[in-house]
């Protein structure tokens, strides 16, 4: 991935639902072809939706895009007690059931 891209996709991933624009990619990133960045994600298989937004501008409405990720949250794991006990037990037992020669540092 180019550094240019990946520094889009952090930036998507930092602003989350409020997702981000050509102007606040340009002021951030420093990219002029915002689209193009997107297009190279897209194209890597993330999920980026794109919202036009209309604007008053002095000379008549400006339409500009939006672009958000969508994403999956991270799903974090954490084990209780009881469960880091029981599987240090089934992982010291595993090992004193192979034979000597078949034992190994982990």
């Known amino acids: 991935m180019k ?21 606040f990619a340009r002021e951030r990133v420093g990219t002029d072809r915002l ?21 008053p501008s002095r000379n008549g409405p ?19 007690g009881t469960q880091r006990v029981a599987e240090q037990s089934l992982s010291t037992s595993a090992l004193v059931r192979l034979p000597a020669d078949r034992q190994r540092a982990v």
């Open 35 to 55: 689209a193009a960045r997107i297009a190279e994600l897209r194209a890597d298989g993330h999920d980026i939706e794109t919202t036009y937004v209309t604007s």
């Open 62 to 80: 400006a339409r500009y895009a939006r672009y958000i990720l969508r994403e999956a949250a991270p799903v974090q794991l954490t084990l209780t």
């Open 3 to 23: 550094p240019q891209t990946a520094a889009v996709l952090r930036l998507l991933r930092q602003q989350g639902n409020l997702g981000i624009t050509p102007a």
